[in-house]
């Protein structure tokens, strides 16, 4: 199991969002809901539009291009969108967000 630090948990305004590149080139997208935290894709799978540009009222997901939408708590699409977001698992430790991978995706050693 690998842990990545995306950020802390007070960088994510309560029913807000905010997208991060980590150092394998996946955008994620925390969200805030309720003092629980989701991460996702942070581009649409519509069409690689930034999702933390769209808008979020504490459960649902807008992308701001074609109006897709998501609920936050499992990425399942609503009304319009036609596939889910790519959920990512995290951990919230000690005020901190870490994304949590099973292995890592590439094997560059290190």
Not at 20 to 46: F, M, R, S, W
């Amino acid at each position: 199991m690998k842990k990545i630090h995306i950020c802390k948990a007070e960088d994510i305004p309560a029913n807000g969002m905010k997208s991060y590149d980590i150092d394998d080139g996946t955008k994620v997208l925390v969200a805030n809901a309720g003092e629980c935290y989701y991460a996702y894709q942070g581009l649409c799978p519509h069409q690689d539009v930034c999702l933390d540009e769209g808008y979020f009222d504490g459960s649902t997901l807008t992308c701001h291009q074609h109006l897709w939408q998501w609920d936050i708590t499992t990425g399942d699409a609503i009304g319009l969108a036609e596939a889910p977001l790519e959920r990512y698992d995290i951990d919230v430790q000690d005020g901190d967000i870490f994304l949590v991978r099973s292995e890592a995706l590439s094997s560059n050693g290190g």
